[in-house]
T-cell receptor
Framework: GAVVSQHPSWVICKSGTSVKIECRSLDFQATTMFWYRQFPKQSLMLMATSNEGSKATYEQGVEKDKFLINHASLTLSTLTVTSAHPEDSSFYIC??????????FGEGSWLTVV | SQELEQSPQSLIVQEGKNLTINCTSSKTLYGLYWYKQKYGEGLIFLMMLQKGGEEKSHEKITAKLDEKKQQSSLHITASQPSHAGIYLCGAYYSGNTPLVFGKGTRLSVIA
């Protein structure tokens, strides 16, 4: 079946550095991908909509200069957390509509900023 | 106010008992997904409902979509410890749009 893969699953970075998370649709093309963030004991909150070949659309309150999204191909969207701080530590997960107009989620990526 | 209200927020049931989790939308639903999540892990797809009145079952879990009430319910029969986790409903309000999630229901099943 359709698969969305995220990498890395776990990442630890130092405060002030940048970290990139990849979201790939493995067997289908996705012109649009969605990025979510989930803090402990909370639900998933939509951060942004990633559009292939154009700028991402960010939700209110999400800093576009801090969370850089690039969707350079039909199978890959990347989320770069720039100048990461401990408060950015969270679970980041992406999704995309695949075959049958069904939405598929990646496995998620845990980011810890120390 | 929250677009998607999920209730209850937490639930503790004795093993073998039945339970129901509800998800109510303040807007007209296009479709709704149910997921299970364990802390620190990704989402486990349970069911997708698109049509009013639709009902789907998988093993001991049944989900229904009530179009009139803009509500979906997830029912677990004869709960087991393996059912413990966080249940999330995610709704979409038009085609190819992102899911909006409820706050989740934390289910504990005790022996």
């Amino acid at each position: 079946g359709a698969v969305v893969s995220q990498h890395p699953s776990w990442v630890i970075c130092k405060s002030g550095t940048s970290v990139k998370i990849e979201c790939r649709s493995l067997d289908f093309q996705a012109t649009t991908m969605f990025w979510y963030r989930q803090f402990p004991k909370q639900s998933l909150m939509l951060m942004a909509t990633s559009n292939e070949g154009s700028k991402a659309t960010y939700e209110q309150g999400v800093e576009k200069d801090k969370f850089l999204i690039n969707h350079a191909s039909l199978t890959l969207s990347t989320l770069t957390v720039t100048s990461a701080h401990p408060e950015d530590s969270s679970f980041y997960i992406c999704s995309a509509y695949g075959p049958g107009n069904t939405i598929y989620f990646g496995e998620g990526s845990w980011l810890t900023v120390v | 106010s929250q677009e998607l209200e999920q209730s209850p927020q937490s639930l503790i049931v004795q093993e073998g008992k039945n339970l129901t989790i509800n998800c109510t939308s303040s807007k007209t639903l296009y479709g709704l997904y149910w997921y299970k999540q364990k802390y620190g892990e990704g989402l486990i797809f349970l069911m997708m409902l698109q049509k009013g009145g639709e009902e789907k079952s998988h093993e001991k879990i049944t989900a229904k979509l009530d179009e009139k009430k803009q509500q979906s319910s997830l029912h677990i029969t004869a709960s087991q410890p393996s059912h413990a986790g966080i249940y999330l409903c995610g709704a979409y309000y038009s085609g190819n749009t992102p899911l909006v999630f409820g706050k989740g229901t934390r289910l504990s099943v005790i022996a």
